[in-house]
């Protein structure tokens, strides 16, 4: 696997496109406070959730197939259980996305090897907003 830390700073610098499979449209969920974070970072947050139809006012879509219909996905940010990630790593590599994080607590190392095998920039088991701030002292 690339270096974890240089792949972050890359992503970090680079991208500001990100699709959130798991958003949840509950405030006090992990997903949504990482998400509202980052929006008001000037991200722009796509949530991927097929029991929601808008969240931190942006339209929901089901799939990241469906979304990338109407947006160019950069990354694509994961808060789904472990198991739930390689379906996951296989849309996103069909729809052209440039990297995977996987939040903190979910991390596949066989989705991770298809990830990169296939050319996308790999993060798993950490938090987009914990290296997000730790980047701006």
């Not at 339209?59 to 990241?64: D, E, H, Q, R, V």
């Not at 789904?80 to 996951?88: F, G, H, I, L, Q």
């Not at 996305?97 to 979910?106: P, S």
Request: include cysteine; aromatic fraction near 6%.
């Amino acid at each position: 696997m690339p270096d974890t830390t240089a792949t972050m700073d890359n992503i970090l610098a680079h991208y500001r496109t990100v699709a959130v499979v798991g958003l949840s449209p509950k405030p006090h969920r992990d997903s949504y406070e990482v998400s509202r974070y980052m929006q008001s970072q000037g991200w722009r947050i796509i949530p991927i959730n097929p029991n929601a139809a808008e969240i931190l006012g942006e339209t929901a879509y089901p799939t990241l197939t469906d979304a990338a219909q109407h947006h160019a996905i950069e990354l694509v940010n994961v808060f789904r259980n472990s198991a739930d990630v390689p379906p996951v790593i296989t849309e996103a590599i069909a729809i052209g996305a440039k990297a995977i994080w996987l939040q903190l607590g979910v991390a596949h190392d066989e989705a991770a090897k298809e990830a990169v095998a296939a050319g996308l920039q790999f993060v798993q088991n950490k938090c987009l907003k914990v290296e997000h701030r730790n980047r701006q002292r």
